[in-house]
Nanobody
Framework: QVQLVESGGGLVQAGGSLRLSCAPSGSVFRINDMGWYRQAPGKQRELVATITSGGSTNYAESVKGRFTISRDNAKNTVYLQMNSLKPEDTAVYYC???????????????WGQGTLVTVSS
């Protein structure tokens, strides 16, 4: 029932910045690890960045130094700050999380619907 909702995608010029947000559609008990993935047309979905519940981060080599993943546990929200964007960053970005729901404390893996990021050259 609980879904992840993403926002912040759009069209930006190369060198510009964009901030993506992702949060559950309703109340949850807790969210463990969260991550951002992206998929370009004709390409496999790839990991962009992950962040643990404790705040430890991991980045794909291609985005290191440019992207920053963060989370606000009080809001159950994860962010992806994207700076110095390049045309090759163009893709649909998806957030992923393991959500512990309130009813029965079940753990559910959820993917967001995706938000399109287009970087023009």
């Amino acid at each position: 029932q609980v879904q992840l909702v993403e926002s912040g995608g759009g069209l930006v010029q190369a060198g510009g910045s964009l901030r993506l947000s992702c949060a559950p559609s309703g109340s949850v008990f807790r969210i463990n690890d969260m991550g951002w993935y992206r998929q370009a047309p004709g390409k496999q979905r790839e990991l962009v960045a992950t962040i643990t519940s404790g705040g430890s981060t991991n980045y794909a080599e291609s985005v290191k130094g440019r992207f920053t993943i963060s989370r606000d546990n009080a809001k159950n929200t994860v962010y992806l700050q994207m700076n110095s964007l390049k045309p090759e960053d163009t893709a649909v970005y998806y957030c992923n999380a393991n959500i512990i729901v309130l009813v029965g404390y079940k753990t559910l893996e959820r993917w967001g619907q995706g938000t399109l990021v287009t970087v023009s050259s």
